[in-house]
């Protein structure tokens, strides 16, 4: 999926409780869905992010190559101006997009 085009909201907001709790029911159940998902959101980006600024990385780095490296620094800032993984999460619960399984259920 891509996080570059969400619109999650990039600062904090109050929520509804009542409209997250829809989805399954009980507001602990979406807690646990949200803090799962919004895990695995943090895992894929920071895994993109590694590799992007890997692509820069070299061998012989000097002292001045390591201050003045602005395609990494760029790179960064684009990633620190994303949605935070939680408002990501939280978006796509309200948009019904996160898909949760029950095994107790059949």
Known sequence: MSFKNSTAERSTVTRDTIKMEVNTGNIYESI????KRSNQISVELKEELTQKLQEFASSTDNLEEIFENREQIEISKFYEK???PVAIAVQELLDDNIYMRRPEEK
């Open 32 to 35: 646990v869905a949200l803090s």
């Open 82 to 84: 994303l949605p935070k």
